[in-house]
């Protein structure tokens, strides 16, 4: 008969324990990645479409870009400057000047035409997100 703590577990017990978690981890854990990192990419797409919405509607209203992102923002075209999910910033955006040949309205052309993120790294489509 044992005398003692009869109601532990042995070491062998918890190492097939630890085994099978690890197991699982390492399954599921790359499909985790996986999929944080499609919803990045669906947020980057969303937010540079609503850019672009508020950059067409600020020119449609006042016949010509903004000067600064910030502008969107105080005219109340956009709410806040939407945060870069890749970089996870706000201030890492690329802007893109307006074409050369582009006429100047009468206030002038300004200076955001169109709006890019601001990461150099590759996305799931093979494509780099400064080409979105």
Same mark, same amino acid.
Do not use: C, Q
């Given at each position: 008969?044992?005398?003692?703590? /009869?109601? /532990?577990? &042995?070491? %062998? *017990?918890?190492? !097939?324990?630890?085994?099978? %978690?690890?197991?699982?981890? #390492?399954?599921?854990?790359?499909?985790?990645? =996986? =999929?944080? =990192?499609? #919803?990045? *990419?669906?947020?980057?797409? *969303?937010?540079?479409? !609503?850019?672009?919405?508020?950059?067409?509607?600020? =020119?449609?209203?006042? /016949?010509?870009?903004?000067?600064?992102? #910030?502008?969107?923002?105080?005219?109340?075209?956009?709410?806040?400057?939407? !945060?870069?999910? %890749?970089?996870? #910033?706000?201030? &890492?955006?690329?802007?893109?000047?307006?074409?050369? +040949?582009?006429?100047?309205?009468? /206030?002038?052309?300004?200076? !955001?035409?169109?709006?890019?993120?601001?990461? &150099? *790294?590759? +996305?799931?489509? +093979?494509?780099?997100?400064?080409?979105?």
């Amino acid at each position: 008969m044992r005398r003692g703590n /009869g109601g /532990g577990f &042995t070491l %062998i *017990e918890l190492l !097939v324990v630890m085994a099978v %978690i690890a197991l699982l981890l #390492s399954i599921a854990a790359p499909r985790y990645f =996986h =999929h944080v =990192h499609r #919803s990045k *990419e669906a947020v980057l797409k *969303e937010n540079l479409l !609503v850019m672009r919405d508020a950059l067409d509607k600020f =020119h449609g209203d006042r /016949g010509k870009y903004p000067e600064t992102l #910030s502008d969107l923002v105080t005219l109340r075209y956009l709410r806040a400057v939407p !945060v870069d999910p %890749i970089t996870d #910033s706000p201030e &890492t955006w690329i802007i893109v000047p307006p074409p050369v +040949g582009m006429s100047a309205a009468v /206030g002038g052309i300004g200076a !955001v035409y169109d709006i890019r993120s601001g990461s &150099t *790294e590759t +996305g799931s489509d +093979g494509t780099r997100y400064d080409s979105w």
